[in-house]
């Protein structure tokens, strides 16, 4: 079993195409992988994409349709254990 921790750069590149997007995809695509993801990460990627309708890269409804996405990770990750120290 492999295991990633997906930083904010891969998160945000997992929903807007952009340079890595495809690298990030075979990933988080890899059979019998966990991905893990820190909470700052969540809020930072929820930032990056507030910055991305700003300078009209995205519209707002793709930015509610990643949040309300199953696979956004607020959602769609939650069967992953989480790390505490």
């Known amino acids: 079993m492999s295991f990633y921790f997906v930083d904010t750069s891969a998160l945000v590149q997992r929903y807007h195409v952009?340079?890595?997007s495809s690298k990030?995809?075979?990933i988080l695509a890899q059979p019998?992988?966990?991905h893990l993801i820190s909470r700052i990460g969540l809020v930072e990627a929820v930032?990056?994409?507030a910055l991305?309708?700003?300078?009209?890269q995205i519209q707002?409804?793709?930015f509610a349709l990643y949040r309300g996405?199953?696979?956004f990770p607020h959602r769609g990750l939650?069967?992953?254990r989480r790390v505490r120290k």
Do not use: I
């Open 47 to 49: 930032s990056a994409f």
């Open 78 to 80: 939650q069967n992953q």
């Open 32 to 34: 019998d992988s966990s």
């Open 69 to 71: 996405s199953h696979s």
């Open 18 to 20: 952009e340079p890595g």
């Open 24 to 26: 990030v995809a075979a």
């Open 52 to 56: 991305k309708v700003r300078e009209g």
């Open 60 to 62: 707002m409804t793709d």
